[in-house]
């Protein structure tokens, strides 16, 4: 088993009784990568649903309805992109959303369904596998990212049901919904609703950091890979929207916290939205000098929050006051070798210029050294 460690606790999100949504951007911006074609003109009319740039296996749908605007370059997942910008009509006029109450499942309309609403890689383990062991994780390792343990918590029906539904039609012999103990809320509701699952039980697992990830998690419950599928929860969401709903993915949940936000907040929003956009709506900044990390503390990067968009994969930012993490010099502490979980020594990668294959670039030498240097950017071979 490997070293896993306790981070102290750096967030604590507020679970406002109404949900905190920015679903109305003027504009949203989707990249269009290599490969792709483009489906439609400037200056056309498009609907929310329709199919606007694609390829031979994927396609990008469109989550607002609107005018396109232009083409512009964007940050989209740490890199640049060209984006097609779709200016909002604010109308939400659907191509293929249908509310459907109630739907009889089997095997193959899930498999089929779950390709066709964009979840390959579920799709194809559940197609040709027999899976033993079913984990849903509510677990968040980033210290400033709540987005599981908010969606395990806030959506509990929608988790259990969704959950339950895959559990009996595969014939999953063992299917977990995995939440930190100390996510005491999340615990709570839980053990209130369980009861009518006979199918699913809850694991309570420690708040050592490392757990969000499915290797680690697996190793932690003592399950094989081979026969074991682990879905987040916010990703279990978006298939119950799907399967039951025909709804794509047009939103998402990320979180924006850290010292310089007054109230930290999981927010719902519509991907392909500003991240400076959600900011101005949504929260409170507080000082003026800012660092702004996309995706957490622990394997983020600084981003321009003007030129940085909403995907499928943003976690959210972590506003931090630039005097809090300015780099200093090595102390030769030691610390971000007591920590590495797979026994590598940064500070010898910095000092030497010798990149470990073994670093995982989990981040959290980076995230734990007193004197705030980026050693991922060491360990990665930037020297410069
Ligand atoms: S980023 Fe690499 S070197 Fe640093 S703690 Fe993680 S695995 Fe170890
Ligand atoms: S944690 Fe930071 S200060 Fe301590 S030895 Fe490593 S690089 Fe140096």
């Known amino acids: 088993m490997r070293k896993l460690i306790k981070l102290k606790k750096d967030i604590s999100i507020v679970f406002n009784t109404q949900i905190t949504e920015f679903l109305n951007p003027d504009e949203v911006y989707l990249p269009i990568k290599k490969n792709y074609k483009l489906l439609v003109k400037k200056g056309e009319e498009i609907l929310k649903g329709q199919i606007i740039i694609e390829n031979n296996l994927n396609k990008v749908i469109s989550p607002i309805s609107g005018i396109i605007k232009d083409i512009e370059i964007k940050n989209v997942d740490g890199n640049k992109a060209s984006c097609l910008v779709i200016q909002n009509d604010f109308k939400e006029k659907n191509k293929n959303y249908i509310r459907k109450k109630e739907q009889k499942f089997d095997k193959e309309i899930i498999v089929s369904k779950l390709y066709e609403y964009y979840f390959k890689y579920i799709a194809s383990v559940l197609e040709t596998k027999k899976i033993n062991n079913l984990v849903i994780s509510g677990i968040e390792d ?13 959506f509990s029906k929608e988790i259990l049901e969704m959950a339950d539904i895959l559990s009996t039609t595969f014939n999953i ?6 939440m930190k103990s100390n996510d005491t809320k999340g615990v709570e509701t839980y053990l209130a609703k369980m ?13 050592k950091y490392l757990l969000g990830k499915s290797f680690f998690l697996l190793e932690y ?14 990703t279990l969401l978006d298939i119950y929207n799907a399967l039951k709903y025909n709804k794509f993915v047009h939103e998402t949940f990320i979180t924006i916290s850290g010292p310089s936000v007054s109230r930290s907040q999981v927010i719902k929003v519509k991907i392909g939205s500003k991240i400076k956009d959600i ?11 800012n660092l702004y990390i996309l995706n957490g503390l622990m394997t983020g990067h600084e981003c ?22 300015k780099e200093s010099k090595c102390i030769g502490c030691g610390l971000c070798f007591k920590v590495c979980p797979v026994k590598v020594n940064p500070k010898k990668a910095m000092d030497s210029h010798k990149i470990s294959n073994n ?9 734990i050294c007193p004197s705030h240097i980026n050693l991922r950017r060491f360990l990665r071979g930037e020297y410069e």
Not at 147 to 153: A, D, E, H, L, P
Not at 195 to 207: E, F, I, M, S
Not at 279 to 289: C, H, R
Request: aromatic share 4%; with cysteine.
């Open 142 to 154: 980033e210290p400033y990212i709540a987005n599981n343990v908010y969606v395990v918590t806030k």
């Open 173 to 178: 012999e063992n299917t977990l919904i995995a």
């Open 195 to 207: 009861g009518t699952y006979p199918n699913l039980a809850l694991t309570l697992v420690d708040d």
């Open 221 to 234: 419950l003592n399950l094989k890979d081979l026969d074991t599928l682990v879905i987040d929860a916010r």
């Open 279 to 289: 900011i101005d709506n949504s929260i409170k900044v507080k000082g003026k000098d």
């Open 304 to 325: 321009d929050i003007n030129e940085t968009v909403v995907t499928k994969n943003t976690l959210g930012v972590v506003i931090v006051p630039k005097e809090d993490i």
């Open 359 to 367: 670093c995982i670039d989990c981040g959290l030498c980076t995230y």
